[in-house]
């Protein structure tokens, strides 16, 4: 098949066949990972801009890593909205860098649909690297990559994704794509932070870890944010480690050869403890990896052409 | 200064007129409506094939003047209005400074007088500075000729002022609008809460912030015996609410946007800021709900809530984009469309609650065609239809989520006391 | 369209190919092969398999794709297929033979190079061809070739190969 997209913005607008294709891509670029020269010419005299204006120390580094590894040249801007100088727009921001000959924008925003605003002014790529609660979609596929990988399939997997739902594009991305390949989802967490008509996505809702992990192939563990207990979301996190972070006993509840997973960066101690995290059910450094080989693919379907 | 109407379809719902008639004006009123009137006349406009209606009037406009003049004027902001077939139009106090002042009404009339081409009547503030802590003096603003009174764009959420407000109202006869929304509950919400605020990750205002007020606004209205009047109502519930108000005699009057009766929350999928708006658009079963209450009269007014904002503001990403669209310029093809052709309202049904039922609200003798009456009279192409086009739009904003749209019933002439302000 | 090739003929080639591996340099301690993909990989393969038959010892055969050092990626309007590298074998100081089917303009062979000095420092790089068409665009020759087959530009050589495409023929069609 051509992968005719313009932009990467969201895995909601994706068809089964390109996620697929994405997935089969990302093999190839995995290889490369391996090799004593990490690195391929393909993207010679192309320049990505990373446009973050999130704090993110990993995607970012993902992002730049898959870029310089396909020879692209990397130019970086992170800052906050109100750091654009005064009276200064986003689309004022980026027409400005494009008046620079650069071929491609990977954007992470805090507002969702920022990125679909810049893909429909400029003529250029559009990578999503995250925009507010809405969508992530490099890390969903390099999520099911590295599910695929292990597992050999999605389809009919049961997969229990636990936490802050409300605030998190992780969560929504990976409803969207393990659901077009036939996986069968669950969200879990305080009701508080279960965004409303979420099953109509899909998803079967849990309240509590024990009953959302029975007989799951995988369990994906969400960050949870300090401030959603000034927010009134919960009443404190230790109450929140208390009931629904990942405790082996809840975890032998799932399959016995269940995956953990977690989009990173771990709060230690509160998601899920270190022994689990850096246990042999942990494939969270494998998520690492694989999300350079997500990012070189995707790179490569948007810019290697004309 | 005389000019005849020859030979169109006159509607007017005050009358249950709806009969083909000349009408003659001289000196800005009207003169006589008969058959054929044979009188000489300085200017002759031919209807025939038109609709001639009472001027329409909108009791909910954003003139942004004072204090936006990038936005909107009261110049351009009237010449919308012509457009869209509005001879009278009511501006909110959200202005800056608020209009919370005599001297502001006063100023409103002023640059109307000299720059507006339609009539503009000042809503005048409730609290001083609409920050809900204090009175502002509404005996003084009703003598300076503010026709009602709002803090259009925030709710009074202090109960007791709004219960003083209420009461106090009483003395000078004028209806309080109440913009109902709880904004505890909304937020920093920015469409409405459901499944496609869910998917989108945008933050979502629920039904119940508008509920929670409008519920509150109704216990007061019913204890002052006042007259409360509910701007842009969005839901299915607070058309059930206020219909069983006025069931037992609270004295309240509502009206509903033409975009909120066309729209759902599913436009806000796009992330075009152009859907952004406040109350956010809900969803089918709400949309069923206004047109039900349309029907029945539990909504009385269909209003613009014409809200101007520059493209540079509407051009910012979600979060930040002000709520509002623009409405003058559409609101009767809307209303032509979505209610009048899909058989929600007969047209003289539908033209009642753009004229006669806001002029009775606001006590303003304005809203019918009879003898004697001011000559403020519209004249529209029922069938014509035509294209919402950027660049034709005579106000200074742009953020309208129908450009591109067909719409129906083309004004062809705007008359405001017997002038011809606009017409091609 | 003509044949120029038939299975039997194709086969007695790859024979004499595989001999010729050989004879050039009679150790095969640091020998590997390199398909080049897509019909590069069964020809190597095969070439592999009789050498082992001849030796009695089996090569390293790895997979090799170019796509990724393609010098027309800003040209073309889709971006070609990444299809798979494997070499999961060291390749210094080795003598890597390169296999392709077909050797035209010597671009494909000068990324396949460029590919193979990212895995390591091979002692020597060889090049094997089922066919040598001629019209070479780089200063690039075949150490092995099967056939010189002297073709116009406007014409195309097209390998069949049992394992992609179900049979062994080489054709020589007109373009369009």
Known sequence: MNFKRKDLLGIEDLSKEEILFILETTKSFREILERPIKKVPTLRGRTVVNLFFEVSTRTRMSFELAEKRLNADVLNFSATSSSLAKGETLLDTVKNILAMKVDCFVLRHPVPGTPHLLARELPVPIINAGDGAHEHPTQALLDIYTIQERKKRIEGLKVAIIGDITHSRVARSNIWGLSKLGAEVRVCGPPTLIPPLIEEMGVEIFYLPEDALREVDIVMMLRIQKERQDEGFLPSISEYIEFFSLTEDRLSLAREDVLVMHPGPVNRGVELPARIADGKRSVILDQVVNGVAVRMAVLYLLLAKR | ?424 | ?176
Not at chain 2, 84 to 102: E, S, Y
Request: hydrophobic residues 40%.
């Open chain 2, 1 to 424: 200064m005389s000019l005849l109407i020859k030979k169109g379809r006159i509607l007017d719902p005050a009358s249950h007129l709806d009969k083909v008639l000349d009408i003659f004006i001289e000196d800005g009123r009207i003169k006589r409506i008969a058959k054929d009137i044979d009188l000489t006349s300085q200017e002759v406009i031919d209807a025939s094939g038109k609709v001639v209606i009472p001027g329409l009037i909108d009791m909910h406009t954003h003139l942004r003047e004072p204090g936006r003049e990038d936005e909107e004027t009261i110049e351009s902001g009237t010449c919308a209005a012509a457009r869209g077939g509005f001879t009278t139009i009511c501006c909110m106090p959200n202005t800056d400074p608020a209009i919370d002042d005599p001297s502001l009404v006063e100023f409103i009339y002023k640059q109307a007088e000299n720059k507006g081409i339609v009539e503009v009547l000042p809503i005048a503030a409730i609290s001083k500075d609409r920050k809900g802590k204090n009175l502002s003096p509404m005996g003084r603003l009703k003598a300076a000729g503010a026709v009602a009174f709002s803090d259009d764009g925030d709710w009074i959420a202090n109960s007791s002022l709004m219960r003083r407000a209420l009461e106090y109202l009483k003395s000078f006869n004028l209806v309080l609008i109440s913009h109902c929304e709880d904004g505890n509950l909304s937020g920093n919400g920015v469409v409405n809460e459901g499944y496609f605020s869910t998917i989108t990750g945008l933050k979502g205002i629920p039904r119940e912030a508008e509920e929670v007020a409008l519920f509150r606004d109704l216990a007061l209205a019913r204890m002052s015996g006042s007259s409360l009047h509910v701007a842009h109502v969005s839901t299915a519930r607070s058309v059930k609410l206020i219909r069983e108000a006025k069931q037992v005699g609270v004295k309240v009057t509502a009206e509903v946007t033409p975009h909120h009766f066309t729209l759902t929350e599913k436009e806000i999928t796009s992330f075009d800021t152009n859907t952004k708006v406040n109350p956010p658009f809900r969803g089918g079963e709400d949309i069923e709900a206004l047109k039900e209450g349309l029907i029945d009269a539990a909504i009385d007014v269909i209003a613009t809530d014409h809200a101007p904002h520059t493209i540079e503001e509407k051009e910012k990403d979600y979060a930040d984009a002000p709520f509002g669209i623009i409405g003058l310029e559409t609101a009767l093809g809307l209303v032509i469309k979505e209610l009048v052709e899909k058989r929600i309202l007969s047209l003289m049904e539908a033209i009642a609650k753009l004229t006669i039922n806001p002029a009775r609200i606001l006590g303003i003798d304005r809203g019918r065609i009879k003898e004697g009456v001011k000559a403020n009279i519209t004249i529209f192409d029922l069938g014509k239809i035509w294209l919402v086009k950027e660049e034709e739009l005579a106000s200074k904003s742009r953020n309208s989520p129908f450009i591109g749209w067909k719409l129906p019933g083309k004004i062809e002439w705007t008359i405001v006391g017997g002038k011809v302000v606009y017409g091609v």
């Open chain 3, 1 to 176: 369209m003509a044949k120029l090739m038939d299975k039997e003929e194709i086969r007695r080639v790859l024979s004499r190919l595989s001999h010729q591996i050989l004879e050039k340099d009679k150790e095969v301690k640091d020998l590997v092969i390199v398909g080049i993909q897509r019909r590069g990989v069964p020809l190597a393969e095969r070439i592999s398999g009789m050498i082992e038959r001849m030796e009695g010892k089996k090569l390293d055969t790895g997979i090799l794709d170019i796509t990724l050092y393609r010098d027309d990626l800003t040209q073309i309007a889709h971006q070609p297929i990444v299809r798979n590298t494997h070499i999961p074998f060291p390749i210094d100081n080795k003598r890597v033979v390169l296999i392709d089917d077909v050797l035209y303009t010597g671009r494909t062979v000068r990324a396949a190079i460029d590919v193979l000095i990212d895995f390591g420092r091979p002692r020597k790089i060889e090049l094997a061809v089922l066919v040598d068409r001629g019209h070479r665009e780089l200063p690039i020759r075949a150490d092995f070739v099967g056939k010189n087959i002297p073709t116009a530009s406007e014409e195309m050589v097209e390998v069949k190969l049992e394992e992609v495409d179900g049979r062994d023929e080489v054709l020589l069609l007109k373009r369009g």
